[in-house]
């Protein structure tokens, strides 16, 4: 009996005094902190230069083979594009095989092989090593470069640029290139439509034969194999690539600003900007300011949570989604970027608050519990890099390439925990400059630009293209006295007169258009003052329908009815005019005359014109003709802000009024060509005709 | 447009991720039950000072109710508003204080929640990942606020994307009976007029132990985690409730469904969709190798002939959804500026056609198994990939090493095995068609 009451005792106090271990309420402490290996790598030299660098690791039967050149970057010139193309068309034909016939030795063995303009990369399960070889030795010694591949190439370059011309993003990157490193410099050439039309199989040959010589490359190989068979292996493949010198070239390197300077290139009927800070600096990697400066960064705007930045331009202000910071280190030369995208009306102040965090950053010490914070994060991730096999081949050519210390790495860990707030601050003194910045601002540039004068030393904005091109800030003067209103009284009196157009009651009018091998038809009828009915159909179904009977009105769309409200109604409202630039003077619209601009080779006036509902819209009126030649609206889409450009051309007389027999509408890369098939004016229409159900 | 379809086809990869995929060198691993039903399995990688704590509860969005979708992808934000002893907003925090990352997917199927830690911080994710399941904070505040964040996501992701419409408009015509039918992120309103008992329901039936399986993989020891394990998890009681599972109830399709949508995209997409088995079933392995065929490399079928040869296409995939039940697969294609879709889709009939008659080559097929066996020896090259990997198939198939065993599986695919299932499933009365075209053509 007492044994068991014993026993029953002991179990409850051990019951007891394992949830007296457990205390949930607290995170637990962590273990002491781990070790952390990094494997070594062996090297060796061919007898034709080559470096090879094998990183062992048998963890999984996979070999990669990471071919790069050491060498200095290109001036292109007039044919910027070719040297990335020659990279890329090496995979495309050698001596021996066709392109198919690559594409379909690399899928037999279920590789990957991608040639760049600075090396090339392949990887395969060990037992094709062999045959993996084979490929790569040859796209790398027998490459042909045929004209075809070439021409294909180029052309889907050009599409491409086209597709990304409107986009901000592409503008600003465009501005980062030629405005902070200059047209003097390799990285500072900017890929336009003419350079790619001037590149040649010359041009592309000559890069390849110049630059891809062993003596100035190395060979970085990470898996299974060992350094032995990598000898044997290596010399086999590639003891038959010739050595020979290889240009060197070195480069005046660009200089941040001696003041602060704006930069903007123009995005018609913008409702954002992109907005970039950004200025050239000194370092190379392995610089001993390396780990510290990229601490300092953090705190500013990288890492995966919230930097200075974002805690200020997000979380307080709720200007963006996202504001960064990057200081990056090169070879040649490194570069600063802060980075957002804001709204048009807080463009300026958000520059107002990166300026005054980018001063922070250099006057106000970081506190003890984001330091450590930063460096937990860049801790952890340096940790979980090294499960990548890739990692140590970079950490093995760094360190070759750039002279580190052989220990560079694995004493990583250590010299970043040894950071302190005053190296922070030092990190801040030296490569932040918040005053002598470039300011780069892809956006609207009726709206935002006036507001950023102030920003530049010299109290004025330089204005650039999409690519980057410094243009000037308009083509033609206003002639003196020229006013919005005198332009669209022009407009209306080239059309017919205010009168004329009066007296039209009622219109209807039938158009077509070509979409994709479909035939659409969309018919529109009016009646003044402003009913409306636009019916779309394909293959005579009616697939849209929007009437608006004077008070009311409905969008049908592929069967589902939605009646109009609130600015939608309103909208509707004011597009049911016949003609509703005979209402622009009435003082419920918004005009204003922004300049005359220069519209494939014709001057035409540039209005921006706001209804009475609130929406923007921009008109281009011909200088010559006066009449309306084109409309940029940026309509409010579930997807974001979506730009659409309208032309306008063919005006034909119909019973006195001048209407437009051919619009062409623009979004993004879709193009929608329409053609007027039938106009009648006057023909009497029913009230019927609108009724809303 | 190519970026948006590589992001949407890694969007899909992620959430049908193919599940225990073996490497051709064994991986090791404990497996054992808990009392209250945890399935526990410890996979040790001293490789690197990283562990990985992850859970996945077998729910999904095929768990859900036909008028109340959403709810499975709904708690994975739930899952993080904190616990009885972690305040709102400091779970994440811990886990970047201590240098980790943390994320959560939510599938048809089932619910997937890691944290990622230097490996001496163990402890820690076994303390959070246990919290949340012991006592995970269901209440109004966190409901609210999550109810907001879901909506966001749902326009942002689903809505405002390009090709973000894909799936739903896919899985709302291809079933008609299985609750596949509606996609992971559910219906706005569903959401919305939940209430909250509803929300604590979902989670006692399907946020219990005897639900769940808790991987451990990286650097660790063995035997002085198990008793961690036990610390952390052995305190939590047993679900009560009858788990609600749908059946494999999808009926046989018999005619072609073909439709048009207007979305807001740059590009058209033609998609075609047809009925495949689930991952169990003995076809899906050739299923998977038959899309191989088609698009994965220059060389396949599709993109040689659409891409490269007749230029029709400027991009093109075919891929299989990787479904507990039987799911479908999808063939993805945008046609060059200027090419009539129904020129593509011809194309692309023609290709298929030429499947269903003609044995593939036995290069072709010797390519296939070097593809597969590549893909898989990569597939568990990581940490974070193998523990998905085991999490997968214990709670798919109750049985986590077939890691080790799935390459036999395709090794052994015969051509003619990949000829039935191209006559089987790729029919025209098996399949839906649709036609995703540029809304601002119908200004």
Known sequence: MKKIFLFLFAGILLTFSLSAQLDRSQPPKPG????????????????????????????????????????????????????????????????????????????????????????????????????????????????????????????????????????????????????????????????????????????????????????????????????KEAKELTKKYFKNWEKGDVPKATYANPQAPAENTVAFANRDGAVQSVLAVSYPIEMQPGDPDAIKASVMNSVLGGGVFSGRLMQNLREDKAYTYGARSSLSSDKVVGRFTARTEVGNNVTDSALVEILYELDRMVNEPVDSESLELVKNFMNGSFARSLESPRTIANFALNIERYNLPKDYYKTYLERLAAVTTEDVTAMAKKYIKPENAWILVAGNKGEVSPKLARFSAANEVLFFDPYGRKVESSGAVIPEGMTAEKVVEGYIKAIGGADKLKSVTDQKMKMSTEMQGMTIEMESVQKAPDKVLITVSMGGNVMQKQVFDGERGMATAMGQKTELEGKQLDEMRLQAKMFPELDYANGEYQLELLEVEDLGGQPAYKLQVTNPSGTSVTEFYDVASSLKVRTITTQETQMGPMTVSASYDDYRDVEGVKIPFALKQQTGPQTMDMKVVSVELNSGVSDDVFKVE | ???????????????????????????????????????????????????????????????????????????????????????????????????????????????????????????????????????????????????????????????????????????????????????????????????DHE????????????NAVLVISGDIDVEETKPLVEKYFAEITPGTMNIRRPLPNEPRRTEEVRDTVYDNVQLPLILQAYHIPGRGDDDYFAMEMLGSLLSQGQSSRLYRSLVDEKRLALQVAAQPLSLEHPGLTLILAIPQVGVDPKVLEDAINEELEKARTELISERELEKLKNQFENRIVNSNTTIASRAQNLAMSHTYFNNASLVNSTLEKYLSVSREDILNVAQEYLREDNRVVLYFMPKSQMN
């Open chain 1, 32 to 227: 002491p902190a781990p070790v952390v290996n990094i494997g070594d790598y062996n090297m060796f030299t061919l007898s034709n230069g080559l470096k090879v660098i094998v990183v062992e690791n048998h963890k999984t039967p996979v070999i990669s083979w990471q071919l790069s050149l050491d060498i200095d970057p290109v001036m292109e010139g007039d044919a910027k594009g070719y040297v990335d193309m020659a990279g890329q068309l090496m995979r495309s034909g050698t001596k021996n095989r066709t392109k198919q016939e690559i594409d379909e030795e690399i899928d037999f063995i279920g590789a990957s092989l991608s040639t760049y303009s600075t090396g090339i990369y392949a990887s395969s399960l060990t037992r094709h090593k062999d045959k993996l070889l084979d490929l790569m030795s040859d796209v790398l010694l027998n490459p042909v470069f045929p004209q075809d591949e070439l021409e294909k190439m180029v052309e889907q370059s050009i599409s491409a640029l086209a597709a990304n011309e409107n986009d901000a993003n592409f503008m600003v990157d465009n501005l980062i290139t030629s405005v902070v490193y200059g047209e003097e410099h390799p990285y500072g050439e900017v890929v336009t439509k003419e350079k790619l039309e001037n590149i040649t199989r010359d041009h592309v040959a000559n890069y390849y034969n110049t630059y891809f010589k062993p003596n100035t490359a190395y060979l970085v190989i990470v898996g299974d194999i060992t350094t």
């Open chain 2, 199 to 210: 929300f604590r329901e979902f989670h006692d039936m399907f946020y219990v132990p005897n």
């Open chain 2, 1 to 195: 447009m190519k970026s948006n379809l590589r992001n949407f086809l890694a969007l899909l990869l992620v959430l049908f991720a193919l599940p225990s995929l073996a490497q051709t060198s064994k991986i090791e691993f404990t497996e054992y039950k808990l009392d209250n039903g945890l399935h526990v399995i410890l996979q040790p990688d001293n490789t690197t000072p990283n562990v990985i704590v992850s859970i996945m509860y077998h729910v999904g969005s095929k768990n859900e109710l036909a008028h109340r979708t959403g709810f499975a992808h709904f708690f994975e934000h739930l899952m993080f508003e904190g616990t009885e002893n972690i305040p709102r907003g400091m779970f994440s925090r811990h886990v970047e204080e201590a240098g980790g990352t943390l994320n959560a997917f939510t599938s048809n199927d089932v619910t997937y929640y890691y944290v990622m830690l230097p490996s001496n911080q163990l402890e820690l994710g076994l303390w959070l990942e246990s919290e949340r399941l012991m006592h995970a904070r269901v209440d109004s505040i966190g409901i609210a606020t999550q109810k907001g964040v879901v909506t966001e996501e749902m326009k942002q992701t689903r809505d405002n994307r390009p090709y973000g419409r894909l799936l739903v408009e896919t899985v709302n015509r291809a079933f008609t009976e299985h609750t596949y039918r509606w996609d992971v992120l559910g219906a706005d309103e569903h959401i919305r007029n939940a209430e």
